[in-house]
């Protein structure tokens, strides 16, 4: 048995006046997600526990089949491991977003304008990471490079349980509110991202930048610390050799810290404009090669939802069913080796919050040998009239390996 899972990443959402009353999903064509859902096990599921943040570390390691109660210690760490960092267990890591902030006024006054600074590219922020290492790494303070915004500050004995704001949640407000506190610990936190304006604002980069009509990233932003986490061994645990395919860090890093493969695909961006063709011939040659059992996240809708793109979201559904859901169930089918597909979003990032939601999302689970009764097509309301609901999703895994 062969098992394919299909994250399109905060695909689920609420209706929107601009799609005639329906969500992207609603609107979306769809016909290979919508032709499997007719025959599937289709429902809803709670992937993030209702005391906990809606991220996706937490969220997909429930898909994962691990309880985020237990295994969640914040994505930064597993971002690192994705990178290739070798964390102590006294080391903290610390997302660094670069942002762009407004420039005028006192840094508590700046709005934060975009959490991505126009999704930069990996080698203009390699530049300002550098510009940040030099300004304030140290013998216990290291910066690293990431991906396109998203990068990494590891601390040896650095504060792992300080509640810093995340900078999608306040896209459009003034940051003064949600800046670390220095009665709470904050204060060396404060001070960098207060100094990054000046080392970062007039950067020969953002200047570039500038000059070409597009953003600035001139201010770090740090959220989501932790300490690296001991996760049980995927292939142990369900006996299943397993692959993740993602262009996220936090993604390749859960899988890593499973002992799962993970699989890099040349021009996976983990935006709309990412490589979907690649990321289904990867996992058709994984299953080739013998993995019994592929994971393949996408970015994209997550990211139309954080920047309120609405056709984006649409057509970012649209390429996930037609590059890889359509490619990848055929190559499963021409096999003659029974499979089952499960396709989900890991949380709702809805288009009118511009971040993440808690509520459930909907699944399915098909089977080549076991029709199901099932849904004309796969959306939030269809999933949800089915009356099928896991409040715990990180039990969905029996529902799909142990059906």
């Given at each position: ?8 990443d905060g695909?689920?959402d ?5 799609l005639g009353?329906?969500?992207p999903m609603e609107?979306a ?6 032709e499997?859902?007719?025959?599937a096990?289709?429902?809803t599921v ?12 937490t969220a997909?390691?429930?898909?994962l089949?691990y309880?985020?109660k ?12 994705s990178?290739?960092?070798e964390m102590?267990?006294?080391d903290t890591?610390y997302?660094?977003?670069v942002?762009t902030?407004?420039?005028d ?7 934060m304008?975009d ?8 080698a203009?922020?390699?530049?300002l ?5 030099k300004a304030?790494g140290?013998?216990?303070r290291r ?5 396109s915004?998203r990068?990494c500050?590891l601390i040896r004995?650095?504060?792992?349980h300080y509640n810093?704001m995340?900078p999608?949640d ?18 060396e936190?404060l001070?960098?991202m ?5 080392v970062?604002n007039?950067h020969?980069?953002?200047e570039?930048r500038?000059?070409?009509g597009l ?5 770090a932003w740090f959220?989501?610390?932790g300490r690296k986490?001991?996760l049980p061994?995927?292939?142990e645990k369900?006996g299943l050799?397993?692959t993740?395919i993602s262009?996220v860090?936090?993604?390749?890093g859960?899988?890593l810290c499973?002992?799962?493969?993970s699989i ?10 990412t ?7 990867a996992a058709?040659?994984a299953f080739?090669r013998?993995?019994e059992?592929?994971y393949?996240?996408?970015?994209a809708?997550?990211?139309c939802?954080?920047?309120?793109e ?5 057509r970012?559904i649209?390429l996930?069913d037609?590059e890889i ?7 499963l089918r021409k ?5 089952r597909?499960m396709i ?6 809805p288009?009118r919050i ?10 399915l ?5 076991i029709p199901h ?6 959306t939030e ?5 089915c009356?099928?609901y896991?409040p715990?999703g990180c039990t ?8």
């Open positions: 048995m062969k098992y394919l899972v299909v994250i399109p695909m689920a609420e209706k929107i006046e601009a009353n329906r969500t609107a064509n769809k016909p290979f997600m919508d499997l859902a007719r025959t096990d289709v429902g709670s992937n993030v526990p209702m005391d906990m943040v809606p991220e996706s570390d997909n390691l429930a898909i089949s309880d985020p237990i295994y969640s210690k914040g994505r930064s760490p597993l971002e690192a491991v990178m290739g960092l102590a267990p006294e890591a997302r660094t977003n942002v902030l407004s420039e006024g006192d840094y508590a006054d700046k709005i304008l959490h991505s600074a126009d999704e930069i590219t990996t203009e922020a390699h530049e990471i550098l510009a940040l290492d304030f140290s013998d216990i910066f690293h490079t990431g991906v915004y990068h500050m004995g650095g504060n792992d810093f995340r999608h306040i896209i459009g407000r003034r940051i003064g509110d949600y800046l670390p506190r220095p009665e709470d610990g904050g204060a936190f001070e960098m207060r100094e990054s304006f000046a970062l007039h020969p980069v953002n570039a500038r000059a070409r953003k600035p990233a001139n201010s959220w989501s610390p986490p001991q061994n995927f292939a369900w050799r397993g993740v262009a860090d936090l993604i390749k859960i899988g499973a002992g799962m493969e890099d695909v040349e021009g996976a961006t983990g935006n709309i404009h490589n979907y063709a690649g990321k289904a011939a058709i040659d080739a013998g993995q059992y592929v393949i996240h996408v970015e809708p997550d990211e939802g954080h920047r309120a609405i056709e984006n979201k649409v970012s649209e996930i037609r859901v359509g490619p990848v169930v055929a190559a096999s003659g080796e029974p499979f597909v989900l979003p890991d949380h709702p990032t288009i511009r971040t993440h939601a808690i509520d459930p999302v909907p699944y689970i098909y089977d080549s040998e009764t099932g849904v004309d097509t796969f309301a269809t999933a949800a009239a009356g099928h896991n715990n969905l895994m029996d529902s799909l390996v142990r059906a």
